[in-house]
């Protein structure tokens, strides 16, 4: 069965530092891996996905993630936080075949001015 | 990529009733996927629609009580029943899920409050 677990309930960094969400995934196969945005009050949104080719995938509004395999790991990152980028962060996995989605359980992140 | 219009965008029910959400695609698609949201958790996936036969539910969640249409290959509805404030969440219908499929698209989420 596939899961994904996101070690941090809550992430709070400084405007203009860097920042991790951390996520790492079980799948019996090759996975497909993505991260999602989810605003107050909104639906959620698409920031990247890793489904094969470069370990580094880089996606919506300056973030990146790192494909890990050995680690099983997929972070997010972002080189310079904004506030506005403020939001719930979800990590979600399938499996290459016609099988929905697992979503971690969500990571808050906080960027303080 | 697929545009996904989900009605309503919330609602405030009274206990007992029901609701019924409403899932349009922009293009034809084989299957469809109902999420539940409750506050403060991950999304759990409540059932997947295929056009033309009956929807599989995950464990958990039974047909009387998420009865699913899917009448055409852009349309679904999702009803709640007999609604209780544990039923408060939201819900959601997502597509883009299937085998040849890379990427999914999610609705904006309907957010249920049960009174």
């Known amino acids: 069965a596939q899961s994904v677990a996101q070690p941090e309930d809550q992430v709070n960094v400084a405007e203009g530092n860097p920042l991790t969400v951390k996520c790492t995934y079980s799948?019996?196969?090759?996975?497909?891996l993505f991260w999602y945005v989810q605003y107050p009050n909104r639906g959620l949104q698409f920031l990247l996905k890793?489904?094969?080719?470069?370990?580094l995938v880089k996606g919506s509004y300056g973030f990146e993630a790192e494909f890990n395999k050995s680690q099983t790991s997929f972070h997010l990152k972002k080189p310079s936080a904004l506030v506005s980028d403020s939001a719930l962060y979800f990590c979600a996995v399938r499996d290459k075949g016609n099988t929905p989605l697992v979503f971690g359980k969500g990571t808050r992140l906080s960027v303080i001015a | 990529s697929a545009v996904i219009s989900q009605k309503p965008s919330r609602d405030i029910c009274q206990r007992g009733t029901s609701l019924t959400i409403q899932c349009q695609v922009d293009s034809q698609v084989t299957m469809m996927f109902w999420y539940r949201q409750q506050p403060g958790q991950s999304l759990t996936l409540i059932a997947t629609a295929n056009q033309g036969s009956e929807a599989t539910y995950e464990s958990g969640f039974v047909i009387d009580k998420f009865p699913i249409s899917r009448p055409n290959l852009t349309f679904s509805t999702l009803t709640v029943s007999n609604l209780s404030p544990e039923d408060s969440s939201i819900y959601l219908c997502?597509?883009?899920?299937?085998?040849?499929?890379?990427?999914?698209?999610f609705g904006q989420g309907t957010r249920l409050t049960v009174v």
């Open positions: 890793y489904i094969t080719g470069d370990n």
């Open positions: 997502s597509v883009g899920q299937g085998i040849r499929d890379t990427e999914a698209f």
């Open positions: 799948v019996s196969g090759n996975p497909y």
